[in-house]
């Protein structure tokens, strides 16, 4: 049974706009009220890194936005269509990776999890999908 279901990616001149999104199954999001979900990006050579983040605190729930794509990607969410979306916007050739859309339950996203190794803390991973920029 796929979990996380992820769509969109492909390639891109430098400067445009990608969008990617994600459907969690329903199984693991009304099994989960409190939860951390979102997207990481792995690069060949690379150690797998946090993009953007979206809980499930209050209604909105709350964002946590890497540095190095910060004011280009918006991440948001659709609780009733059970979706998780990445708008890339101005994209560069340092952001082609493989995206991996990754789901954490019990958790609300904290700054922590930005930084290395807190991919540990997501249980749920999606099968990736390639974004590639060119300049």
């Known amino acids: 049974q796929v979990q996380l279901e992820e769509s969109g990616g492909g390639s891109v001149q430098a400067g445009g706009s990608l969008r990617l999104s994600c459907l969690v199954s329903?199984?693991?999001?009304?099994?989960?009220?409190?939860?951390?979900t979102g997207w990481f990006r792995q690069a060949p050579g690379k150690e797998r890194e946090a993009v953007a983040l979206?809980?499930?605190?209050?209604?909105?729930?709350?964002?946590r936005i890497s540095e190095s794509v910060k004011g280009r990607f918006t991440i948001s969410k659709d609780n009733d269509k059970r979706t998780v979306n990445l708008e890339m916007t101005n994209l560069r050739p340092e952001d082609s990776a493989v995206y991996y859309c990754?789901?954490?339950?019990?958790?609300?996203?904290?700054?922590?999890?930005?930084?290395?190794?807190?991919?540990?803390?997501?249980?749920?991973w999606g099968q990736g999908t390639q974004v590639t920029v060119s300049s």
């Open positions: 979206i809980d499930s605190y209050g209604r909105d729930g709350t964002t």
């Open positions: 329903a199984y693991i999001f009304n099994a989960n009220r409190i939860y951390c």
């Open positions: 990754t789901f954490g339950s019990g958790i609300y996203c904290l700054d922590r999890h930005l930084g290395s190794g807190a991919g540990a803390e997501f249980a749920y």
